[in-house]
């Protein structure tokens, strides 16, 4: 199941993509630098998860960037990002999946995750923002300090 639902989310994004290519910059600049915002995030969490997940350092420091990239880079990242998940999830043994890794959140918490509630927390992180036009302007994870921190 848990391979399925990444095919989902891989034809999800590839969707609000092309949406978000075809928003006319100049008729809607904030809504396409929204969107565009907003998947900036969404990529970045991936690799900071997938830095995680493969004990390597955290490539970024921040869930966002002063300057967001173009959506040609951020595409190319996120077909990446669904490559190495499609690869690590068909890999991933049944005895793994409940192992804890514990990390250092951006803002600098302590966390610990299973690699299971990361790859489901990969999974459902779209949620805010597979509408990018409607998605909350507001972090909507916060909740996992509280819930993975570990003190």
């Known amino acids: 199941m848990l391979i399925e639902m990444f095919k989902y989310k891989q034809w999800s994004d590839m969707r609000t993509l092309d949406a978000i290519q075809r928003i006319d910059e100049q008729?809607?600049?904030s809504a396409s630098a929204f969107a565009?915002?907003?998947?900036?995030?969404?990529?970045?969490?991936?690799?900071?998860?997938?830095?995680?997940?493969r004990e390597n350092p955290d490539p970024h420091r921040s869930?966002?960037?002063?300057?967001v990239p173009g959506l040609f880079e951020i595409s190319q990242r996120i077909v990446d990002s669904h490559q190495w998940f499609s690869g690590y999830t068909e890999s991933l043994k049944q005895q793994h999946r409940n192992q804890s890794v514990f990390f250092r959140f951006t803002d600098g918490k302590q966390g610990s995750m299973t690699r299971l509630e990361i790859l489901f927390h990969i999974?459902?992180?779209?949620?805010h923002r597979s509408c990018p036009g409607s998605s909350p302007r507001v972090p909507s994870w916060g909740h996992i300090h509280c819930v993975h921190s570990r003190s």
């Open 36 to 53: 565009a915002q907003q998947l900036n995030h969404m990529i970045i969490v991936e690799e900071l998860f997938t830095a995680r997940l």
């Open 27 to 29: 008729k809607f600049p």
């Open 63 to 67: 869930t966002n960037t002063e300057t």
């Open 123 to 127: 999974i459902n992180q779209g949620c």
